[in-house]
């Protein structure tokens, strides 16, 4: 049903970004998870408006594609666009003064990797700009796509973040570089299936 595969796809963002402190406690140690935790937190302070402000668009889409008003829905998608490139704007200005931001805000306790900052940066955009598209295709309900590749994310990640972290000696920053490759992927998916359906040319799995 499709309940049970939105069910499904929550599920499996939720063990996608849960695997990341498994992987970090078990390559490095607990310390460097509360460090990678603190620099997920400074940075999603951007998501959490983009989140407060697109809430309500999920409804919205599901009323605007049954009416077929895709006009509608590409100006709102822009301006979600828009939003987002300013919210990116915010985490590169974030990233410059991250340093004494951090030491003022955790009294010096904990320093941010230089790394870890730059990609956990890069991972939060990610996942900022692929919102809107993923906000429309669960409002039209057409997500056995996104069922399927769910689980190829997830498996794809851990080996990724082991290898960004142990071979190519990146460390925790290497973690999140390779849940940041995952959410690029997501980001592609995502807006080939939207500008199909909206320019009606999805076909095959693309339009279930």
């Not at 999603?44 to 668009?57: E, N, Y």
Request: net charge positive.
């Amino acid at each position: 049903s499709l309940g049970f595969k939105f069910f499904f796809v929550q599920i499996a963002a939720m063990v996608l970004f849960t695997t990341d402190n498994i992987i970090i406690t078990r390559l490095f140690s607990t310390a460097d998870v509360t460090v990678y935790n603190m620099a997920r937190h400074y940075y999603s302070q951007a998501q959490t408006i983009f989140s407060f402000v697109s809430a309500p668009m999920w409804a919205a889409y599901t009323k605007a594609f049954v009416r077929e008003d895709f006009t509608w829905i590409k100006s709102i998608t822009k301006k979600l666009t828009r939003i987002g490139t300013a919210l990116a704007v915010l985490i590169v200005i974030m990233f410059i003064f991250h340093k004494p931001v951090i030491k003022f805000w955790l009294r010096g306790k904990i320093e941010l990797p230089i790394l870890l900052a730059i990609f956990m940066g890069l991972s939060i955009m990610l996942q900022i700009f692929v919102a809107p598209f993923s906000l429309f295709i669960n409002g039209t309900g057409k997500i056995k796509l996104s069922m399927i590749l769910s689980p190829i994310v997830i498996v794809l990640n851990i080996p990724l973040s082991i290898l960004f972290a142990k071979p190519l000696g990146m460390g925790i920053a290497g973690v999140i570089a390779g849940t940041a490759v995952c959410n690029l992927a997501s980001l592609i998916v995502s807006s080939i299936q939207y500008h199909k359906i909206v320019n009606h040319k999805a076909t095959g799995i693309w339009n279930q």
